[in-house]
């Protein structure tokens, strides 16, 4: 037996769909944060370009959606 609660929740099921979760849901951030960048690169030269405007809105839009979704399953895995 591990002194530490966390040594041992690698064999529970529960906890290996949790860290999925966590891992997928991080992997979609880093590139939902990447193209962000990418058209807010291209959208700081054409600031009056709408549908580039509209396509920074939606991609922080689902941004804090996947921060709200990574912050609800990290506090199941504490």
Known sequence: M???FYDETDDWPEYQIIKDDIHRL???YLEIRKELQ???SVFGSDPLD???K???HRLKKKMKEIEKKLDESLNLYR
């Open 38 to 40: 990418e058209v807010e």
């Open 50 to 52: 709408a549908v580039l």
């Open 2 to 4: 591990s002194m530490y």
């Open 54 to 56: 509209a396509k920074v």
């Open 26 to 28: 991080d992997k979609e």
